[in-house]
């Protein structure tokens, strides 16, 4: 953090169904959120997040 930025970096965890799928599974997010600070207080500027995934078999990611 610094005086007008600052972010955090975590782990979101959730059940649903993903893909189509029938299931509701858990799965889990690598997020990124930067804030500014503004006038009104912290606001978010910035954020990403992507699956954390292992190896699986291409046809699981593939739209039918």
Known sequence: MT??????????RYRGKVGGAE???PNSLRA???FRREDVGWRI?????DPITG???IESILEQ
């Not at 005086?3 to 979101?12: F, K, S």
């Not at 500027?45 to 997040?49: F, G, K, P, S």
């Open 45 to 49: 500027v910035h954020r990403h997040a």
């Open 23 to 25: 299931e509701i599974a």
């Open 3 to 12: 005086g007008n930025l600052a972010y955090i970096v975590e782990i979101e």
């Open 55 to 57: 190896s699986r078999p």
């Open 32 to 34: 990124t959120t930067i």
